[in-house]
């Protein structure tokens, strides 16, 4: 990379920055370096098309060195600016948090598409078990500001940075430290309308299938688990018992195995549906408690 400024400009950066990324196997090369170049500009990525012959200062050459190292080096974009949109919300994002997925984003849309902003019922009571960065939560809280929303998480870290997001981006979360796999110890007061959760889903063995940005770099125990049974089947038991008549639970789910999680629900209990993400893949499972006699 030059450092002679005459060399550089917007769009020569775009086109260097592009092939370099390309050449080391990085995801989405253009975008990657549109990001970053974006943040070192300070403005909106898409503006950059507006300012093709603009040239890069040494300080500004100086700022995107070391970001397009990280880079390509396949740590993740996301982990390198310090923060990703998510729905509505800008959420920070450390290594110590999953990062979040446009399929988490369809989760809430979900939530929300069956619970219209204009239905005057009475204020909802949710739970996000599983909370990572606090993604869920603050987004449901600016969509629907009236509702009572609880998180937990096993991670203290993670409860750390869920509670900074929160507070920039001005909700009120109540969050709480805990294990879904011990659901009988945990610290809940309450019952609640509504359940979701987008817990780790990814087995030990499937780690290959995995990029190699999300393995090195994202953390093990928002990703892996040992036992999806006892994953899910400890979800669906805490909101058998957390739940009010004809609450809702709704469940991101490996694409793969969304058929073997829905057969865990008790059907005599349960009305379960198995959606699909934007990619046709069945990701979600969104199931009702039905009302007890």
């Known amino acids: 990379m030059s450092t002679k400024l005459k060399d550089w400009t917007v769009l020569s950066m775009l086109e260097w920055g592009t092939e370099y990324f390309k050449e080391r196997?990085?995801?989405?090369?253009?975008?990657?370096?549109?990001?970053?170049?974006?943040?070192?500009?300070?403005?909106?990525?898409?503006?950059?098309?507006?300012?093709?012959?603009?040239?890069?200062?040494?300080?500004?050459?100086?700022?995107?060195?070391?970001?397009?190292?990280?880079?390509?080096?396949?740590?993740?974009?996301?982990?390198?600016?310090?923060?990703?949109?998510?729905?509505?919300?800008?959420?920070?994002?450390?290594?110590?948090?999953?990062?979040?997925?446009?399929?988490?984003?369809?989760?809430?849309?979900?939530?929300?598409?069956?619970?219209?902003?204009?239905?005057?019922?009475?204020a909802k009571k949710v739970i996000d078990i599983g909370t990572g960065s606090g993604c869920i939560p603050i987004a449901l809280k600016m969509e629907r500001p009236n509702w009572q929303i609880d998180?937990?998480?096993?991670?203290?870290?993670?409860?750390?940075?869920?509670q900074k997001n929160a507070e920039s981006n001005q909700v009120e979360i109540t969050f709480m430290q805990g294990d879904i796999l011990?659901?009988?110890?945990?610290?809940?007061?309450?019952?609640?309308?509504?359940?979701?959760?987008?817990?780790?889903?990814?087995?030990?063995?499937?780690?290959?299938?995995?990029?190699?940005?999300v393995v090195n770099h994202e953390p093990s125990l928002a990703l892996f688990c040992e036992n999806l049974e006892n994953m899910y089947g400890s979800v669906i038991n805490f909101s058998e018992n957390y739940l009010q008549d004809q609450g809702m639970l709704c469940l991101e789910v490996h694409e793969k195995h969304g058929e073997r999680i829905q057969q865990l629900f008790d059907d005599t209990r349960w009305e379960t549906s198995l959606l699909k993400d934007y990619d046709k893949n069945p990701r979600f499972i969104i199931a009702k408690l039905a009302k007890q006699a």
């Open 25 to 122: 196997g990085i995801p989405d090369p253009r975008l990657s370096i549109e990001w970053l170049l974006a943040e070192v500009l300070q403005v909106k990525r898409l503006d950059l098309y507006l300012k093709f012959d603009r040239p890069l200062s040494q300080p500004e050459l100086d700022a995107i060195r070391p970001l397009v190292k990280k880079r390509a080096s396949h740590e993740p974009l996301q982990y390198i600016l310090g923060y990703t949109n998510f729905m509505n919300a800008q959420i920070s994002v450390t290594p110590d948090v999953l990062i979040p997925r446009i399929e988490t984003e369809q989760l809430v849309e979900i939530l929300l598409d069956d619970h219209p902003a204009d239905d005057l019922s009475e």
């Open 151 to 162: 998180a937990l998480d096993i991670s203290e870290e993670a409860l750390r940075i869920a």
């Open 182 to 213: 011990e659901w009988k110890k945990l610290p809940v007061q309450k019952t609640y309308d509504i359940v979701i959760s987008n817990p780790p889903y990814v087995l030990p063995e499937e780690k290959d299938e995995l990029e190699e940005q």
